[in-house]
């Protein structure tokens, strides 16, 4: 149950002690004065508490349990030179996969997401909150703070899949996501515009139709698996036969059905074309060339 939940449902004397002698809300200072650098302005947050003393994280590589309890970031600042915003998570980061994604080419202020996937669990009650955020002038490294739900605590029965967001005016030179105790999070997506197009491709999923065609490039990665490469491509002018491809960013997949779903976000999952085979296939074909 979510700490918000547990406000609406924390009133009257008595309904509250009960709910408090189970799960508890508390509101949290975001650290001391000690804990922040040049003594930052305290922002206020409030976080579930799930025994008496502080929070529950989740060790994924040792399946223990720890007590800690989050450090005090303001929702947006300056690191260096990156501006940041930390903001609500959209669907795009419900992955059931753990790890995060780089998202560039929004707007405003801030163009550049990172949205860092938890995973998918079968009950509610998890969370996952940005932590810390260092950044030397070319390194970002992304600390997360990963929560789980008391054993004994009323929770929705239901899939779930926390994640959280933070936004930059700024794309980072290399990007580095990690668990408060230092586990590393996979890259599921990454956004480089920069980026060229590799040759050998197993096959293009592609979509679209007069000046503007969204592409997806897969390739077999070396554990047989797959990686896949976004692009939009143009016309360079109307009625040009020459194109112009701009790489969107790059993913990892297990299966060419996930390859599939991730070309229906983009909008590139109309057909398949092979390399060397200028004829249209379906993208049932697709699925069922294991090749």
């Not at 529950?56 to 915003?85: F, H, M, N």
């Not at 008391?150 to 779930?160: E, G, H, R």
């Not at 990690?178 to 586990?183: E, I």
Request: hydrophobic residues 30%.
């Amino acid at each position: 149950m979510s700490c918000d939940a547990l406000k609406t449902l924390c009133f009257g004397t008595t309904a509250a002690a009960l709910l408090f002698a189970f799960t508890g809300c508390r509101t949290l200072s975001a650290g001391t004065d000690s804990e922040k650098p040049g003594n930052a302005p305290v922002t206020t947050i409030t976080v579930p508490i799930y025994n008496e003393t502080s929070e529950t994280t989740v060790d994924r590589t040792l399946g223990e349990t720890t007590a800690k309890t989050p450090g005090g970031l303001p929702a947006s600042g300056t690191i260096g030179e990156l501006k940041y915003e930390i903001v609500p998570a959209t669907q795009d980061g419900q992955s059931k996969k753990r790890g995060y994604l780089v998202y560039g080419e929004g707007e405003g202020e801030y163009p550049y997401t990172i949205i860092v996937a938890a995973g998918e669990f079968n009950t509610g009650g998890y969370d996952i909150k940005i932590s810390n955020l260092e950044y030397d002038g070319t390194n970002l490294t992304v600390t997360v703070l990963e929560t789980a739900p008391a054993p004994d605590a009323m929770v929705p029965q239901a899939f779930t899949y926390p994640c959280c967001a933070v936004r930059f005016d700024k794309l980072p030179k290399t990007i580095k996501v990690v668990s408060r105790d230092g586990t590393e999070f996979e890259c599921l997506y990454y956004y480089n515009a920069a980026a060229e197009i590799e040759n050998g491709y197993i096959a293009i999923l592609e979509n679209g139709s007069g000046e503007i065609v969204q592409k997806t490039y897969v390739y077999r990665t070396a554990d047989g698996k797959y990686r896949y490469d976004h692009a939009t491509a143009t016309t360079e002018r109307w009625g040009s036969t020459k194109w112009k491809e701009v790489l969107h960013g790059s993913g990892f997949a297990d299966t060419r059905e996930e390859v599939v779903e991730e070309a229906k976000k983009f909008g590139s999952a109309g057909f398949v074309l092979y390399p060397g085979d200028d004829k249209p296939h379906s993208i049932s074909e697709f699925l069922a060339d294991k090749k």
